[in-house]
T-cell receptor
Framework: GESVGLHLPTLSVQEGDNSIINCAYS??????FIWYKQESGKGPQFIID?????DKRQGQRVTVLLNKTVKHLSLQIAATQPGDSAVYFC?????????????FGKGTLLTVNP | ETGVTQSPTHLIKTRGQQVTLRCSSQ?????VSWYQQALGQGPQFIFQ???????GRGNFPPRFSGLQFPNYSSELNVNALELDDSALYLC??????????????FGPGTRLTVL
């Protein structure tokens, strides 16, 4: 089972630097991946998604990279700002195309220092 | 803001009691998913409702049950509460594209504390 507790991977960066948050997934049948940002006391907020037929997708200040060979996902945030401080979760759709059951990773706590 | 609302914001119950949590989906969405998020963990899928029918369930016991109404709002009911049920309960709505994959948008959650 999963470990219990507050031991989240953490990333601390300086304001203006680029941030890279990594995520490993386990199910090679997963075909849809999403990054969410969760601030303290709030629900997860959608950032960007990518389908398995792509290896890169860009949004505003964010880029998601997907490496299906090693089952790895990353989120790159350009010019990180203090408002980017939050816990970031990757999630995968393991439904093999079904709409349900997002499976979330443990999360990474990003702290941006002014 | 996603347009997904949940009530109540906070709730305190004692062991053995029952609780009902409510969710209103975003306009135009017909699918609601419920997740449980323990402190320091990622959300865990409980179940999903699509057009008033259960459309998939995670590894939760039968005392976790749900409903979806004709207006696509939803309820999560938990019977015989246990201390480990203390968590943030999240509702997410999506458009339920037939045969497609669509994004789930989350509400702010209900913080349940079981004493």
């Amino acid at each position: 089972g999963e470990s219990v507790g507050l031991h989240l991977p953490t990333l601390s960066v300086q304001e203006g630097d680029n941030s890279i948050i990594n995520c490993a997934y386990s199910n090679s049948a997963s075909d849809y991946f999403i990054w969410y940002k969760q601030e303290s006391g709030k629900g997860p907020q959608f950032i960007i998604d990518i389908r398995s037929n792509m290896d890169k997708r860009q949004g505003q200040r964010v880029t998601v990279l997907l490496n299906k060979t090693v089952k790895h996902l990353s989120l790159q945030i350009a010019a990180t700002q203090p408002g980017d401080s939050a816990v970031y979760f990757c999630a995968e759709n393991r439904g093999g195309g079904s709409n349900y059951k997002l499976t979330f990773g443990k999360g990474t706590l990003l702290t941006v220092n002014p | 803001e996603t347009g997904v609302t949940q009530s109540p914001t906070h709730l305190i119950k004692t062991r053995g009691q029952q609780v009902t949590l409510r969710c209103s989906s975003q306009s135009g969405h017909n699918t609601v998913s419920w997740y449980q998020q323990a402190l320091g963990q990622g959300p865990q899928f409980i179940f999903q409702y699509y057009r008033e029918e259960e459309n998939g369930r995670g590894n939760f016991p039968p005392r976790f049950s749900g409903l979806q109404f004709p207006n696509y709002s939803s309820e999560l009911n938990v019977n015989a509460l246990e201390l480990d049920d203390s968590a943030l309960y999240l509702c997410a709505s999506s458009s339920g594209l037939a045969g497609g994959i669509d994004t789930q948008y989350f509400g702010p959650g209900t913080r349940l504390t079981v004493l």
